[in-house]
């Protein structure tokens, strides 16, 4: 049997270290048994995906060194690889499980499914689809076909026993039916969702190993069920272990930036973060630290997987960054990796414009810019506080700031602007008087290029780590204070559709 792995990223967001993780097990799999890795892109979410996103995933994953042997930038005999190419073939999969009476159109409005969720939260029952059109006669199935009623396509799920299945570290895991919800296959637009996608798009590009991160085993039953249903074979399962933050809580932007184009932007070594991610739950046989792509393909045994939870601490990952920065690179090799990094000309000719006009001797410069090639300023507290706005206003403005620049799907500076006079205006503050802790979060002074052609030089993922690092050092946002300020923000945002 010829080995397959894939990875299958949503473009829906900056690509995260936890894809990269799971990405490079995958990959390494793959490698040490002779097989192949492909790439695949999961676009089904029409509303959140953008071409962007998937750019800065073939980009990150490129600057990793995390190589594919098929996917949508380089084709292969099972393609096409973006799942948005692909909807017919999912329809003619749901329409056929419906037909064989493995799955049901579904005709419940959403003001159904919402007063349905509450009434369950109430009532303390377990929150799921009730049924309700499970057992519909032929004739009002087809009378409300014929009225064009909207539907979606779910799957029927046992309504007693167990689901028992393998994984490869795990051993034989076990789980009630009862717990499985009767999943939507293809939504009302006729798009799949994840499970019904996945499961096909599996199958007929022939993965044959599915390794994946632990919050999906409570929906690999539904993935069984549909292999049965459709009466293909399996492939193996493995569900590894979710990278955590420090305090052992699940990885996420608010406690570790996540992004991989941050770690790139920051100047970190490809070789060191994938030797890193390398390290979490996993071993070299003979323990050492520091290991190359190629030492790890050669001692790859997935066995050595540990299960506990692996804890991505960045203060371990710069140490291991300057191991690499040491033994590695001689003066010449590092000098290059400066130059591609931070001070090569297409760099330069993007601050130059803004910094033209602001400088009398060429010394000017580097005072100038140095906060667009450093990782996180060295301000405190003190710095963030101005005389127009109080501790509780400073941190509104970079909360709000955070939410709506996150949800940015082209990141250019009238977009931003945008952003920005939308929460100043909704702050009823004057935007330059509610851009001065924004300001200092991002450049760390109160002189410099302005605050949008700033963000766009650093980008995305720097903007946001700095403005989060400054929210943070104004002692953050507690759970109570954060629901309170998600209300209000919520509704701002839903006023202005209005």
């Known amino acids: 049997m010829s080995i397959r792995t894939r990875i299958a990223p949503s473009p829906t967001g900056d690509p995260h270290v936890g894809t990269a993780y799971v990405a490079l097990f ?28 998937e750019d800065k995933i073939l980009q990150a994953f490129k600057w990793l060194g995390l190589n594919w042997d098929e996917g949508p930038d380089i084709g292969g005999k099972f393609g096409p690889y973006r799942q948005s190419e692909r909807s017919d073939i999912y329809r003619k999969y749901a329409y056929r499980l419906v037909e064989e009476g493995n799955a049901f159109r579904c005709f419940c409005s959403a003001e159904r499914l919402e007063e349905l969720r509450k009434s369950q939260m109430k009532n303390r029952q377990p929150v799921g689809y009730d049924g309700h059109c499970r057992n519909l006669e032929s004739c009002e199935i087809e009378r409300r076909i014929s009225a064009k009623d909207p539907f ?27 717990q499985i919800d009767s999943q939507v296959l293809l939504k009302s637009d006729a798009m799949p969702t994840y499970h019904l996608a996945n499961v096909v798009d599996d199958h007929l590009m022939g993965i044959t190993h599915v390794i994946r991160g632990e919050e999906w085993i409570n929906s690999t039953p539904k993935h069984i069920l549909l ?17 955590r933050n420090t305090d052992k809580t699940k990885l996420s932007k608010r406690k570790n930036p996540t992004s991989i184009l941050y770690y790139e932007r920051m100047g970190f070594l490809p070789e060191s973060l994938l030797n890193y991610l390398g390290r979490m739950g996993w071993s070299m046989p003979d323990e050492r630290e520091k290991f190359s792509l190629k030492e ?3 001692a790859f045994d997935i066995s050595r997987i540990s299960l506990g939870g692996p804890v991505f601490d960045i203060e371990k990952l710069s140490w291991l960054n300057g191991v690499w920065i040491r033994e590695e690179f001689s003066d010449e090799q590092l000098a290059n990796r400066l130059y591609k990094w931070a001070f090569n000309q297409e760099k330069l000719l993007g601050f130059l414009p803004h910094a033209r006009d602001r400088i009398e001797i060429l010394s000017d410069l580097a005072p100038l810019g140095s906060y667009l090639i450093s990782g996180m300023l060295q301000i405190d507290r003190s710095d963030l506080m101005t005389s127009h706005l109080d501790e509780e206003q400073i941190i509104q403005v970079l909360q709000y700031s955070i939410w709506k620049l996150e949800g940015l799907k082209d990141w250019n500076r009238e977009e931003i ?18 851009l001065g802790p924004v300001f200092m979060a991002l450049s760390g002074s109160v002189v410099s290029i302005s605050v949008m052609d700033s963000m766009c030089l650093l980008g995305r993922e720097m903007s946001l780590a700095r403005l989060r690092h400054a929210l943070e050092l104004m002692g953050g946002v507690g759970k109570k204070k954060q629901k309170k300020l998600e209300k209000t923000f919520n509704d701002a945002v839903s006023s202005a559709f209005i």
């Open 152 to 178: 979606v396509i779910r799957m029927k799920v046992p309504q007693h026993g167990q689901c028992a299945f393998d994984d490869i570290l795990r051993g034989t895991i076990s789980i009630d039916w009862s």
């Open 26 to 53: 995958n990959l390494a799999f793959a490698r040490s048994q002779g097989g192949k890795f492909l790439l695949r892109i999961e676009d089904t979410d029409r509303q959140r995906s953008t071409q962007a996103s």
């Open 296 to 298: 790890m393909f050669e």
């Open 227 to 243: 292999y049965e249903y459709l009466g293909w074979d399996q492939p193996e399962f493995c569900h590894l272990p979710l990278l």
């Open 417 to 434: 602007l945008s952003a920005c006079n939308f929460v100043s205006t909704m702050m009823d503050l004057k935007l330059k008087i509610f």
